[in-house]
């Protein structure tokens, strides 16, 4: 009988059950050195994973590039930007109505008398001939031409002007008011008296010039001041300068 017992034969069938196991696997050991070491893992610990893998399990942080106050920022500069480029571009959304402008045939119907009182009498107008400017606030300055004849105004008004805003016709003042006025043809310049329609009493008097290049004759015209500030007189022409109401 053999007394040399190996460590494994001796713990065989004292309820260690593992001693039977590791003597078999005793050969693998002293042949492949440590494979079923390294195939058991210690309790406890975890096995190494790639870092790709750890990455592909991450979730987003909770701070959202969508509540970033930075993102936002950008977005309302950008907002402010674009706003910007679309008033440069579209044209005459930044300009202000224009303070005066042509006055249409029916505003000047409605504001023109029929019958002008000039004096003591009340003179009959040729509304064709009507024209004037108004502004934002609905202040005319308009005019007419006054049918004379077989009146005693005959030879002396030749039209008739109604001012609802300061304004200066040939360096002469005028305050809102209905006026008249004629004219004498003296070579190239009409000498100009305008005259308060109510008591005749004289305001002043101005010269209008011939209006330089072709110009269509009228009877009365009163440009905007945005064309040629220009109260036309046939082919004459008086500037007029507006004030402050």
Known sequence: MNLRLTRFEVLKGHGFSRAKELGERSPALAAGGTASVDEAIPQGLKPYAPFRRLAAR??????KASHSPFKAFRSTGRAIACAALLLLLTPGAHAQKPA???ATDAELASLLPARAPVEKEHIETEMRTASGIVNRHGHYIAGVVLITAGYSADGKYSHYLVVQSPVKIGGIAFKPGEYVFGYVHTG???????????TGALVGTADAHRIAGSSRVESLRIWPPGDKALIQIGRFGIPYELGEE
């Open 188 to 198: 190239d310049v009409l000498s100009v008296h305008f005259n308060e329609a109510a």
């Open 100 to 102: 005066w402008r042509q």
């Open 58 to 63: 991450l979730k987003p942080c909770p701070f």
